[in-house]
């Protein structure tokens, strides 16, 4: 049976999609906030995810972004706000569809099925939620890093350089690269912005910052997170 979460703070929207998608024969699963969807998708790994965007602890914009750092899951962003702007926003952050509230039983139940007919064709989906390269290790789905099992405490720019390396191990990644997908391509060359954040993140993150494990200069070409070799 296929496994949905639902995840919207008013009860009425998840008694309305659960009954639907319920007696379509779904498995249904329910979160009341962001960081509760984050969770489940991590431990339960739904089939798909229905995501409301006014939500507290997180909204659905940061949820669908801290999911989107380890699973590909597919996501209909369920909102009131009909905005193109929040429709965009939520699409450019990884979703893979939308629906504007009020919607009708018939338009939820051909979304759905549209969306996991595509996840079909892509293939699988779920990826690891913990990764770990040596004495470093990183929980994707609460944005967590640790050295040697203690917390190692990152400014959400540091964070994201982080990630390019995790998501890229063992590919080089050329300054530019880098510059533009974590600061924006308008930051591409600025070089020493990406200095001063490499050599904090070493300071937080290796044993030895002067004889880097985790982040390493490849002379003329840019930086790297080589593969752990045994």
């Known amino acids: 049976m296929?496994?949905?979460?639902?995840?919207?703070?008013?009860?009425?929207?998840?008694?309305?999609?659960?009954?639907?998608?319920?007696?379509?024969?779904?498995?249904?699963?329910?979160?009341?906030?962001?960081?509760?969807?984050?969770?489940?998708?991590?431990?339960?790994?739904?089939?798909?995810?229905?995501?409301?965007?006014?939500?507290?602890?997180?909204?659905?914009?940061?949820?669908?972004?801290?999911?989107r750092e380890f699973s590909n899951v597919p996501i209909i962003m369920v909102t009131a706000r009909g905005e193109e702007g929040a429709r965009v926003r939520g699409l450019d952050l990884g979703a893979d569809d939308?629906?504007?509230?009020?919607?009708?039983?018939?338009?939820?139940?051909?979304?759905?099925?549209?969306?996991?007919?595509?996840?079909?064709?892509?293939?699988?989906?779920?990826?690891?939620?913990v990764f770990t390269h040596g004495n470093l290790k990183i929980?994707?789905?609460?944005?967590e890093v640790f050295r040697n099992d203690r917390t190692?405490?990152?400014?959400?720019?540091?964070?994201?350089?982080?990630?390019q390396f995790a998501h890229n191990l063992g590919q080089v990644l050329s300054s530019e690269q880098l510059l533009t997908n974590v600061w924006g391509p308008e930051y591409r060359d600025d070089k020493e912005i990406?200095?001063?954040?490499?050599?904090?993140?070493?300071?937080?993150?290796e044993d030895d910052p002067k004889n880097p494990q985790h982040i390493v200069t490849r002379s003329g070409l840019g930086y790297t997170m080589p593969p752990v070799t045994d």
């Not at 190692?152 to 990630?163: H, K, M």
Request: overall charge positive; proline content about 3%.
């Open 98 to 129: 939308y629906i504007v509230k009020p919607f009708s039983a018939t338009e939820l139940l051909a979304r759905v099925r549209a969306v996991l007919r595509r996840a079909q064709i892509t293939g699988s989906h779920i990826q690891q939620s």
């Open 2 to 67: 296929t496994k949905i979460l639902i995840v919207d703070d008013e009860p009425r929207y998840l008694r309305l999609m659960e009954a639907n998608l319920a007696s379509d024969g779904y498995q249904v699963m329910k979160a009341t906030n962001g960081q509760e969807a984050v969770d489940r998708v991590a431990a339960q790994k739904p089939e798909l995810v229905l995501l409301d965007i006014m939500m507290p602890v997180l909204d659905g914009f940061a949820a669908c972004e801290r999911i």
């Open 152 to 163: 190692v405490f990152l400014s959400a720019t540091e964070y994201r350089l982080l990630l």
């Open 139 to 143: 929980d994707f789905a609460r944005a």
């Open 194 to 205: 990406l200095w001063v954040s490499i050599s904090r993140l070493r300071q937080k993150l």
